[in-house]
């Protein structure tokens, strides 16, 4: 059985290179959660089959389903192997909590499907792994802050393929930061990030400036972790974010993740930095407000955006654990 937690990125991936092999345009930096993880089993079957996924105690199917054998799949051509698989998965996260359940859910399907069929894979190679089934899983095997490599640069597809993982990025100690999330609304999202990222790619006018000055971010973050500059850190995290939504704005059509309740919190994010904290915001594919603070003063952040959200609808998060296996 794989433990693996969501990663919410201050860097964000939004825009593919190559859609089949999950090579993204840009580098990413993300913190992984100490809340919500999943968990996954994965038993072999005897012959080769279709396989059997179970989420949360209910059988999968269509999509969910094919995503998951086409992962397992790549996974059986590189073990050598054809046996079907049996999936059991449990995910903690309320459903459409924005909080990223695919990058939880195949980090914690590569460990445990690499161990099932025999492959000895480092953490790199899982990262690797990790990558074909979502992007921003590659993330999640890494616990606090890590990088995802976007492998651009590089002369092939092939090349590009090999040096696109995560790893970890050092912080100073002294960061101690919480991700407080507001969940805006709790439904499923209308557009997948998939096909969002696709359609903001292939029309929007502003994505070429925004990925080039998403690298000038991604310089500039490293160095603020490094220094334990909270406030730089979270300044860059919420121009990133916006910038990325204005991207998909600016899309032909428009994808417009950001609803009236988002900008409200947007709104009580300014109010506190006005009364003195430290909180910024970062926002996925999704209406959903993540905000950026200390641990300390977490609390008074909770309770300024539990006021526009609802108490229960607001998690305080730390950074969290890589993914592992639990058991043989
Ligand atoms: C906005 O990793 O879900 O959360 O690779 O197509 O599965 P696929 O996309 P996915 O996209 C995440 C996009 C994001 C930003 C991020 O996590 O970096």
């Known amino acids: 059985m794989a433990l693996a937690h969501p990663n919410i990125a201050l860097i964000k991936y939004w825009g593919k290179r190559d859609e089949g092999l999950v090579l993204p345009v840009t580098d990413s930096l993300s913190m992984t959660l100490d809340v919500y993880p999943t968990t996954t089993r994965v038993r072999l079957g005897e012959g080769a089959g279709p396989d059997e996924v179970v989420f949360n105690g209910v059988s999968a199917s269509g999509e969910a389903l094919r995503r998951i054998t086409v992962f397992l799949d790549l996974v059986r051509e590189r073990a050598g192997r054809t046996q079907r698989a049996v999936v059991e ?50 993330r999640s095997l890494f616990g606090g ?93 919420e121009r990133n974010a916006l910038g990325m939504h204005a991207t998909m704005l600016a899309a032909r059509p428009a994808v417009r993740y950001l609803s009236p309740a988002t900008v409200t919190v947007l709104d009580a994010v300014v109010e506190l930095r ?36 609802g108490a229960s609808s607001v998690v305080v998060a730390g950074p969290g654990p890589g993914a592992r296996l639990l058991d043989g």
């Not at 995910?91 to 695919?102: I, Y």
């Not at 490293?222 to 995290?237: K, M, T, Y």
């Not at 905000?291 to 003063?297: E, H, I, N, S, W």
Request: glycine share 8%; hydrophobic share 50%.
């Open 274 to 309: 006005r009364a003195g904290v430290a909180a910024y915001a970062t926002m996925d594919a999704g209406p959903n407000v993540k905000v950026l603070c200390r641990r300390a003063d977490a609390a008074r952040v909770a309770d300024a955006v539990g006021a526009v959200v």
């Open 89 to 138: 998965t449990r995910n903690t996260v309320p459903t459409g909590a924005g909080l990223a359940s695919s990058a939880s859910g195949f980090a914690a399907l590569a460990v445990a499907a690499a161990a099932a069929y025999g492959l000895r894979l480092d953490a790199r190679e899982l990262s690797r792994l990790a990558r074909r089934g979502s992007g921003s899983a590659s």
């Open 145 to 237: 802050f890590a990088l995802w490599h976007s492998g651009a640069g590089t002369a092939s597809l092939e090349e590009a393929d090999a040096v696109s993982y995560a790893e970890p990025v050092a912080a100073a100690d002294g960061l101690d930061p919480a991700l407080v999330v507001a969940v805006v609304n709790a439904g499923p999202k209308e557009v997948s990030s998939r096909a969002a990222m696709r359609q903001t790619v292939a029309t929007s006018p502003l994505y070429g400036p925004w990925a080039a000055s998403s690298a000038a971010d991604l310089a500039e973050m490293r160095a603020a972790l490094v220094r334990g500059d909270l406030e730089a850190v979270g300044e860059i995290a």
